[in-house]
């Protein structure tokens, strides 16, 4: 099989053969180019050590910081190239890293070390594939496989548990089955590995085109080793797994469909808990909202404060909303989100009626949801009033009149709340005549 390589990299390749050395390109970029997928970048392995490599591009700019561990960073036409000397691990520490690192002469020695089988083949255009662990046979049947023992790879490193999960959803293949088990066995082992690692591999499943496949994240006990909160029993998680498929739907946008994969995981037990939508929703925010994954993993402040903000308003009940109600949500939360809001309860009422036995109250409520985003277009295109900036008076103004400290305050959500119910209202005239 012939890989076509970028010039820099053919260059790279043919300067270390040219000084008695040998190198391919390995791991990921490989395994993509078999599968007609373009690389985001090329790692390379030779069998050139650190400072012979060094030597051989000394006209070039090199980055050094990773030489402890036999890389070295070739930075040609403004792009960064790492070439790493092959290398036999030693005991891992902590289930994330080697004690120390031994170098070899001997690319098989170094794709010994690699994770699954898909990752562990090497290339160059002299010598063709170098694929020992037969994991051109794995991705032709779609699988994901360790390299050797499937437990031994999980100890040494934790972080690989999910990693295996990520190149399943990105590529929509199939864990096989001995290293499934092994995920199950030794999910707990997570728990030693930085939480920022691990938020990073669950936001690559999750924007993934096979999103769904992050349930196994629950159903494997992966997240609720990490104490993130998913109560379901067996037939509950087949459910989940089921309505997952709506994350596809979402736009590929992490913030919505972290908010929808939370909807999905708590929503059946909000809505078995009470007809009281300020019961469900307290319940939410004390049992649940505080062991969910934005607020578990390492998110930004952003991402968190947006998540957190807008789930509570996917637990209100469609069928308790008038113009008033989404003014004040607008007060809240601004058309924006409150609109995402919609559309993403309109996607989970759309796969119900598209997938699951007819029922009426998903109709009922999914037009609901479009009559609501009408008004709220209507309440923008007419710029109606809901927040207290809008309002034709300011607080300056009531100062001038005589009111002072909170008390400015107070009639200003006092008269917001009376322009909220009556637009027309909004005149300074007409909240002037409310003041008296």
Known sequence: MKINLPKQVEFIIDKIYENGHEAFIVGGCVRDSILGIKPNDYDITTNAKPDEVIEIFKDYKIIDNGIKHGTIGLIIDKDIYEITTYRIESEYEGNRRPKDV??????????????????????NYKRGLIDVFDGMNDIHRKVVKTVGDPDERFNEDGLRIVRAIRFSSKLGFDIESKTLKSIYKNSYIVKEISKERITDEVNKIILSKNPQQIILLYTTGIL??????????????NMLK??????????????????MLEYLISNKEITDMSNKEDENIKYYKENIQPKSIVNKLKYSKYISNHCNKLIEYMFIDENNIDLIKIKKILNKIGAKNLNQVFKLKKMYYEYNLKNDSYNESFKIKYNLLNNYINKIECIE????????????INGSILEGLGYKGIDIGNKLNYLLEE????P???KRENLMKLLR
């Open 224 to 237: 609720q080793s990490l104490g993130i909160y998913c109560d379901l029993n067996g037939n509950e998680y």
């Open 242 to 259: 089921k309505y997952s498929e709506i994350l596809v739907q979402c736009s590929e946008n992490l913030e919505e469909r972290l908010l």
């Open 424 to 426: 027309s209202l909004n």
């Open 419 to 422: 322009v909220i119910k009556n």
């Open 381 to 392: 295109k007419n710029k109606e009033c809901y927040m207290i900036k809008d309002l034709d």
């Open 102 to 123: 031994k170098f070899t002469s001997n690319i098989i020695e170094d794709l010994k070390r690699r994770d699954f089988t898909i990752n562990s083949i090497a290339y």
